[in-house]
């Protein structure tokens, strides 16, 4: 209940912000010329004093317009800095993207080994950890050898721009630490347990060379034991 109260807010608090800005940024222009001719009336005022009168309004206007140019201009530069300053820490921030295959043929050889990706997609190198979290019926698989190494923490991953770093895993071993087989896991599976036979909520953090970190939230997968791979589920 909190957690949901406290995205909603965050939501309402970020588009509140949005619509501000774009407000901001369609009046500021009128703001900033009222102002700077207010402020330069005020200064002849306190200069001139009686003989302020006396100043033409040509004088008036193009040092009124000066003023709202050099305001403005300043503010420009400083958005634009801004900007400039947004992008360079989207290019620089870690991305990455799994690839997960599985050979197509459940009775051919190795036909239960799991190909695991990462696929770099920035201009950095980076180190990567990965948790499975694997899952048998919604008992947690633990107690796994170092061939999982890579899986659960243990070992990170190192990726160059633009390169994939490959590895693998097997499911039998998965399936042994609580006595299950390929197959009797094909021989249980049904369409309402297909999606709690096996499972993974994969995390991936990652950490480039400039000290940026990211954290993924998990994804969920099940082994589907009849199509023979891994099923994302993108939706809730």
């Not at 700077?36 to 040092?63: C, H, K, N, P």
């Not at 991305?95 to 009775?107: A, L, Q, R, Y």
Request: hydrophobic residues 40%.
């Amino acid at each position: 209940m909190i957690d949901s109260l406290w995205r909603s807010l965050t939501v309402m608090l970020g588009r509140r912000k949005e619509v501000m800005l774009c407000l901001l940024g369609r009046v500021l222009p009128f703001l900033i010329l009222t102002g700077s001719v207010w402020f330069t009336w005020q200064f002849y005022q306190e200069a001139y004093g009686e003989d302020a009168e006396r100043i033409s309004a040509t004088t008036f206007l193009v040092l009124s317009v000066t003023l709202a140019v050099l305001v403005y201009y300043t503010y420009e530069t400083y958005r634009i800095a801004e900007t400039d300053k947004n992008m360079w820490e989207l290019e620089i921030m870690p991305s990455g993207i799994p690839v997960i295959e599985m050979h197509k043929v459940p009775t051919q050889r190795y036909s239960d080994r799991v190909n695991f990706a990462l696929k770099n997609t920035s201009k950095f190198a980076w180190w990567a950890r990965v948790w499975c979290n694997f899952r048998i019926y919604d008992r947690r698989v633990d107690s796994l050898g170092e061939d999982f190494d890579g899986f659960n923490g243990k070992r990170k991953w190192m990726v160059y721009p633009e390169e994939i770093s490959c590895s693998f895993f097997e499911i039998e071993p998965l399936l042994s630490t609580q006595g299950k087989t390929l197959e009797k896991m094909r021989a249980e599976r049904t369409q309402d347990n297909r999606k709690i036979q096996l499972t993974m909520d994969l995390e991936i953090e990652l950490k480039n060379e400039k000290g940026k970190e990211r954290r993924y939230p998990p994804r969920h997968y099940f082994f589907d034991f009849y199509d023979w791979n891994w099923v994302p589920l993108v939706t809730e």
